[in-house]
């Protein structure tokens, strides 16, 4: 079926660091994504959507690329900070409400 | 509160048992979701409400899981006969009609 996945399970990093976390989503038809950050013991949490329409999108500190082309998306952090530590899932949205198709995460890892 | 409230935050059962989990969504929100995440997973989608209405219930397992949201507020989800592979984090979310899901913190189910 369709499905929305991640090329690297754990990503390490170095405090102040950029990173980017990779996501390769199957269904072409999907028109709005969104990159969620999910802290040990907590619900995910949403950091930045992006449509179909767009191929960049900004927020304070990240910044989500779309590639349609290739189905790709990526979520870039600026200034790596520990606080970051935590698992990052790209999700799908399918369906005519939101009902989130999510891959199976990133690990985020940033060391001082 | 202002977020999700799901409680129990964790319930540990024997095999066969039936279970209940609660969710409170955030005070006017519409839609409430229901997702399962296993550990190391993204969450997996297993049912939508609209008001009252389960609008989705495609993503519920087997007959042993069913949800009520009766008066279009609460909702609680059961599961009857548990079986050691139901051990998961059940998540919920609720959004208003359209719009950005929030999710609760979850309720870690463990079946012995």
């Known amino acids: 079926g369709e499905s929305v996945g991640l090329h690297l399970p754990t990503l390490s990093v170095q405090e102040g660091d950029n990173s980017i976390i990779n996501c390769a989503y199957s269904?072409?038809?999907?028109?709005?994504f969104i990159w969620y950050k999910q802290e040990s013991g907590k619900g995910p949490q949403f950091i930045i959507d992006i449509r179909s329409n767009m191929d960049k999108r900004q927020g304070q500190r990240v910044t989500v690329l779309l590639n349609k082309t290739v189905k790709h998306l990526s979520l870039q952090i600026a200034a790596t900070q520990p606080g970051d530590s935590a698992v990052y899932f790209c999700?799908?949205?399918?369906?005519?409400?939101?009902?989130?198709?999510f891959g199976a995460g990133t690990r985020l890892a940033v060391h001082p | 509160g202002a977020g999700v409230s799901q409680t129990p935050s964790n319930k540990v059962t024997e095999k066969g048992k039936y279970v209940e989990l609660r969710c409170d969504p955030i005070?006017?929100?519409?839609?409430l979701y229901w997702y399962r995440q296993s550990l190391g997973q993204g969450p997996e989608f297993l049912i939508y409400?609209?008001?009252?209405?389960?609008?989705?219930d495609s993503g519920l397992p087997n007959d042993r899981f069913f949800a009520v949201r009766p008066e279009g507020s609460v909702s609680t989800l059961k599961i009857q006969r548990t079986e050691r592979g139901d051990s998961a984090v059940y998540l919920c979310a609720s959004s208003l009609s359209t719009g950005e899901l929030f999710f609760g913190e979850g309720s870690r189910l463990t079946v012995l």
């Open positions: 005070s006017g929100h519409t839609a």
């Open positions: 269904n072409s038809a999907s028109d709005y």
């Open positions: 999700a799908e949205l399918s369906g005519g409400y939101n009902k989130l198709i």
């Open positions: 409400f609209q008001g009252t209405g389960a609008a989705d």
